[in-house]
């Protein structure tokens, strides 16, 4: 249950190699499997490459199994090599409990050994290594991110995807923007779902080419620098022979020259917010310093590192400078920085036969007066939109679907506009109960108009605009792929109660939640079970030994739901 990665799984990944020799006698590749020869000639190429670097063979001579899923043992075959371990194959004992030389994954006992030694894993904890457990995707995606040595840019991303769990919602982002991994059809990533053998050898591959690409880059700018050192080193030299040739017959001292003024790009006016501001200046190897408080720059001031980001109206002055030569004339760039307009995402609801009073007025942003306009589509029937104010009024007096898009343009010159696309269900008046709406966006996972108050007008307690999304996804989802709907209101209600004590176990479980211990009747009101009196002060420690660690490691135990909770209490009764 305690799975641990240490400190050198970082190191490892973040120099991350992968070998290039081939072994005695391989010959294998994507033609002699079965199931590879559908591929395309890319995918094909990606396959033979990692097959004939011995990374990866078949499940059988004819069979490379391409979809089965990656068990820890064979995740520690492929670990053991892409990082260059040393691989004692002699070995027939491993030095945990459930690794077996003539078990099922007996191939992987040196591989695990060699990842012990090295001092990447512990096992799962308790002197076990559960070989035939699997990996997930969002693990393998952690993994790929921080072979890259991208681990800091991934926890500074963020996600939405629901079926990723929180921890790892920054490296699935970025394993999908550097093309690692794909997303699903569906437009989720699926990330608690197994990895399987055919994304861990493309995800490698292409992290693969990223790092050797990486490498290269690093490589011609270490020789160009190393270049114009030597060059300098020439110069060096030649001055010095130079001066000991003219000892009797100094030379007249040159005039010295004024280093050429600092431009900029923009060069001033008006710009947006988030505009980045380049300084150059035409003199080679000229250093640029610049103040924007409207001090006079000299060479104690902010030296030109890079683009200057503007969020806001600012006047920046520089200076160029550079030894032996007269510093430039001060440049002065003024730049006014306009806002933008930002409209709110979403309007209340409509209802057939009731007034509305809602507004697509702006949130912030824009100079002066700001004009509104209906762009595309057409406001539903009975509704005006004001102009001056964003404002939408009247009675809606059709229950239709409805799409329409709202301009907002400022009287700033040139003008600033923003627009925003509106689209929703105007709700039927008293055509159905609070029941029928919650049961229908269950099936639909249309929630618009349906919220706390639904949830009260149809007599479930418990619901919050805190806890609202929640429940919804939940209810949403909970007896997938087949949802049992219609729900009665104590379905309802039992599934909210539920929820809502699962989080509450949650809210203790994180380190700064401020929630109260749970008791033993949170655990039944849960839906957990095993918990009693006499366990329950043991059962916390290690659920939050559990959460802390699922924080931390990525391929660790997960604990994020239900079911997550329930194992370790299972795994704490058997011990």
Same mark, same amino acid.
């Given at each position: 249950?305690?799975?641990?990665?240490?400190?050198?799984?970082?190191?490892?990944?973040?120099?991350?190699?992968? #070998?290039?020799?081939?072994?005695?006698?391989?010959?294998?590749?994507?033609?002699?499997?079965?199931?590879?020869?559908?591929?395309?000639?890319?995918?094909?190429?990606?396959?033979?490459?990692?097959?004939?670097? *011995?990374?990866?063979?078949?499940?059988?001579?004819?069979?490379?199994?391409?979809?089965?899923?990656?068990?820890?043992?064979?995740?520690?075959?492929?670990?053991?090599?892409?990082?260059?371990?040393?691989?004692?194959?002699?070995?027939?004992?491993?030095?945990?409990?459930?690794?077996?030389?003539?078990?099922?994954?007996? !191939?992987?006992?040196?591989? &695990?050994?060699?990842?012990?030694?090295?001092? /990447?894993?512990?096992?799962?904890?308790?002197? /076990?290594?559960?070989?035939?457990?699997?990996?997930?995707?969002?693990?393998?995606?952690?993994?790929?991110?921080?072979?890259? *040595?991208?681990?800091?840019?991934? %926890?500074?991303?963020?996600?939405?995807?629901?079926?990723?769990?929180?921890?790892?919602?920054?490296?699935?982002?970025?394993?999908?923007?550097?093309?690692?991994?794909?997303?699903?059809?569906?437009?989720?990533?699926?990330?608690?779902?197994?990895?399987?053998?055919?994304?861990?050898?493309?995800?490698?591959?292409?992290? %693969?080419?990223?790092?050797?690409?990486?490498?290269?880059?690093?490589? %011609?700018? $270490?020789?160009?620098? %190393?270049?114009?050192?030597?060059?300098?080193?020439?110069?060096?030299?030649?001055?010095?022979?130079?001066?000991?040739?003219?000892?009797?017959? @100094?030379?007249?001292? #040159?005039?010295?020259?004024?280093?050429?003024?600092?431009?900029?790009?923009?060069?001033?006016?008006?710009?947006?917010? =988030?505009?980045?501001?380049?300084?150059?200046?035409?003199?080679?190897?000229?250093?640029?310093?610049?103040?924007?408080?409207?001090?006079?720059?000299?060479?104690?001031?902010?030296?030109?590192?890079?683009?200057?980001?503007?969020?806001?109206?600012?006047?920046?002055?520089?200076?160029?400078?550079?030894?032996?030569?007269?510093?430039?004339?001060?440049?002065?760039?003024?730049?006014?920085?306009?806002?933008?307009?930002?409209?709110?995402?979403?309007?209340?609801?409509?209802?057939?036969?009731?007034?509305?009073?809602? +507004?697509?007025?702006?949130?912030?942003?824009?100079?002066?007066?700001?004009?509104?306009?209906?762009?595309?589509?057409?406001? @539903?029937?009975?509704?005006?939109?004001?102009?001056?104010?964003?404002?939408?009024?009247?009675?809606?007096?059709?229950?239709?679907?409805?799409?329409?898009?709202?301009?907002?343009?400022?009287?700033?010159?040139?003008?600033?506009?923003?627009?925003?696309?509106?689209?929703?269900?105007?709700?039927?008046?008293?055509?159905?109960?609070?029941?029928?709406?919650?049961?229908?966006?269950?099936? +639909?996972?249309?929630?618009?108009?349906?919220?706390?108050?639904?949830?009260?007008?149809?007599?479930?307690?418990?619901?919050?605009?805190?806890?609202?999304?929640?429940?919804?996804? /939940?209810?949403?989802?909970?007896? !997938?792929?087949?949802?049992?709907?219609?729900?009665?209101?104590?379905? &309802?209600?039992?599934?909210?109660?539920? &929820?809502?004590? &699962?989080?509450?176990?949650?809210?203790?479980?994180? #380190?700064?939640?401020? =929630?109260?211990? #749970?008791?033993?009747?949170?655990?039944?009101?849960?839906?957990?079970?095993?918990?009693? $009196?006499?366990?329950?002060?043991?059962?916390?420690?290690?659920?939050?030994? $559990?959460?802390?660690?699922?924080?931390?490691?990525?391929?660790?135990? @997960?604990?994020?739901?239900?079911?997550? /909770?329930?194992?370790?209490?299972?795994?704490?009764?058997?011990?």
């Amino acid at each position: 249950m305690r799975k641990k990665m240490v400190g050198l799984l970082m190191a490892v990944l973040m120099c991350f190699h992968f #070998p290039v020799s081939f072994a005695a006698g391989a010959t294998k590749t994507s033609a002699d499997f079965t199931d590879l020869k559908d591929l395309d000639a890319a995918t094909k190429a990606k396959f033979d490459a990692m097959i004939s670097a *011995g990374i990866f063979n078949g499940v059988s001579e004819t069979t490379f199994g391409l979809k089965d899923e990656m068990n820890r043992a064979q995740f520690a075959k492929v670990a053991a090599l892409i990082t260059g371990l040393e691989v004692n194959n002699d070995l027939k004992t491993s030095s945990f409990s459930d690794v077996k030389s003539d078990g099922a994954n007996g !191939y992987a006992l040196p591989y &695990i050994e060699a990842l012990k030694t090295a001092g /990447i894993t512990d096992g799962y904890g308790e002197g /076990i290594y559960n070989p035939a457990g699997k990996v997930t995707k969002q693990q393998l995606a952690t993994f790929l991110v921080r072979v890259l *040595g991208k681990d800091a840019d991934a %926890k500074a991303k963020t996600g939405t995807d629901s079926t990723v769990s929180d921890w790892a919602q920054g490296y699935v982002t970025l394993a999908l923007e550097l093309k690692l991994l794909p997303d699903g059809t569906d437009g989720k990533f699926g990330g608690q779902a197994n990895a399987t053998r055919d994304l861990l050898l493309t995800g490698a591959y292409e992290a %693969k080419g990223q790092v050797e690409q990486r490498k290269e880059e690093e490589l %011609k700018k $270490a020789e160009e620098e %190393k270049k114009k050192q030597e060059e300098e080193l020439k110069k060096t030299e030649d001055a010095k022979k130079k001066q000991e040739e003219q000892i009797w017959f @100094p030379a007249p001292q #040159p005039v010295q020259a004024t280093v050429e003024t600092p431009t900029a790009l923009p060069a001033g006016g008006a710009v947006t917010s =988030g505009t980045h501001v380049t300084l150059t200046s035409a003199t080679l190897s000229a250093a640029v310093y610049y103040t924007t408080d409207l001090s006079e720059p000299t060479t104690s001031s902010t030296p030109y590192t890079g683009p200057i980001i503007l969020t806001s109206s600012t006047t920046i002055k520089a200076i160029a400078v550079k030894p032996d030569s007269k510093n430039s004339s001060v440049a002065i760039f003024e730049y006014t920085v306009a806002m933008p307009i930002v409209l709110p995402d979403t309007i209340s609801p409509f209802t057939e036969g009731q007034p509305y009073t809602g +507004s697509a007025a702006k949130l912030s942003g824009g100079t002066g007066a700001v004009t509104y306009a209906v762009t595309n589509g057409a406001l @539903p029937t009975g509704l005006a939109l004001d102009p001056s104010s964003g404002a939408i009024t009247g009675t809606p007096s059709v229950s239709d679907a409805y799409h329409f898009t709202i301009s907002a343009t400022d009287s700033a010159t040139p003008p600033a506009t923003a627009t925003m696309q509106y689209t929703g269900n105007i709700t039927p008046a008293f055509s159905k109960t609070p029941l029928d709406l919650i049961n229908e966006a269950s099936a +639909s996972g249309v929630w618009d108009g349906v919220d706390e108050t639904t949830f009260a007008n149809a007599g479930v307690t418990g619901v919050t605009s805190v806890n609202l999304y929640g429940i919804q996804g /939940i209810l949403q989802d909970y007896d !997938y792929p087949s949802p049992a709907l219609p729900k009665t209101l104590l379905d &309802i209600q039992a599934i909210v109660d539920e &929820i809502i004590n &699962i989080a509450a176990i949650y809210d203790y479980l994180k #380190p700064f939640g401020g =929630g109260s211990a #749970p008791t033993v009747e949170v655990f039944a009101r849960a839906g957990i079970t095993g918990v009693d $009196a006499l366990n329950l002060e043991a059962i916390l420690n290690e659920l939050s030994f $559990a959460y802390q660690e699922a924080q931390w490691d990525p391929f660790g135990t @997960p604990m994020s739901t239900k079911q997550d /909770i329930q194992d370790v209490v299972d795994l704490f009764l058997t011990v």
